[in-house]
T-cell receptor, first 112, second 115 residues
């Protein structure tokens, strides 16, 4: 979950396909994880969260999977739409504290 | 509720000038966070408050940065003197953690350009 720097990883998908965005988090003591979506010129917006006592959580068109063994988090978006184009960040509360630490982000581009 | 409100949305200033960014959190939220976003470093937590009290300011880059929360509905982030490397988007976020960790609600950000 370290910041990537200048070049965001980019995922390009066709409209209607499913998207999977991955995130490796860093702290095994983290017990809360969130996915945020950030559109150009806007602040990050909450998508879905999951606590460490779960390994899967579903929302509307989105599913978050948590694999604590390998410290891996993924966001699945079903039937991706052009409005899903944005940068997606995973975040964890390191050491089970009150602060969220954000990963570097992945840019999702949806082709019509 | 109008959400987290930040001002100004854009600020262009010259090196050495004082910059003050403002934030109004969502009413009833007990935590307030200031983040900075740059291409190089992504989203970095600068400082956060709980019930108006600064809890952790270890992310504040230098003494040139200071933050205050005089009451539950207002916070400021001040940079004095500003430098070109302070150019970034500064986000304020608030949350209610009364029942355990919850989502952060972000403002639209203040884009700062220091010439």
């Amino acid at each position: 979950g370290e910041s990537v720097g200048l070049h965001l990883p980019t995922l390009s998908v066709q409209e209607g396909d499913n998207s999977i965005i991955n995130c490796a988090y860093s702290n095994s003591a983290s017990d809360y994880f969130i996915w945020y979506k950030q559109e150009s010129g806007k602040g990050p917006q909450f998508i879905i969260d999951i606590r460490s006592n779960m390994d899967k959580r579903q929302g509307q068109r989105v599913t978050v999977l948590l694999n604590k063994t390998v410290k891996h988090l993924s966001l699945q978006i079903a039937a991706t739409q052009p409005g899903d184009s944005a940068v997606y960040f995973c975040a964890e509360n390191k050491d089970a504290g009150n602060m969220l630490t954000f990963g570097g982000g992945t840019r999702l581009m949806v082709k019509p | 509720d109008a959400g987290v409100i930040q001002s100004p949305r854009h600020e262009v200033t010259e090196m050495g000038q004082e910059v003050t960014l403002r934030c109004k959190p969502i009413s009833g939220h007990d935590y307030l966070f200031w983040y900075r976003q740059t291409m190089m470093r992504g989203l970095e937590l600068l400082i956060y408050f709980n019930n108006n009290v600064p809890i952790d300011d270890s992310g504040m880059p230098e003494d040139r940065f200071s933050a205050k929360m005089p009451n539950a509905s207002f916070s400021t982030l001040k940079i004095q003197p500003s430098e070109p490397r302070d150019s970034a988007v500064y986000f304020c976020a608030s949350s209610f953690l009364g029942q355990g960790f919850g989502e952060l609600f972000f403002g639209e950000g203040s884009r700062l350009t220091v010439l």
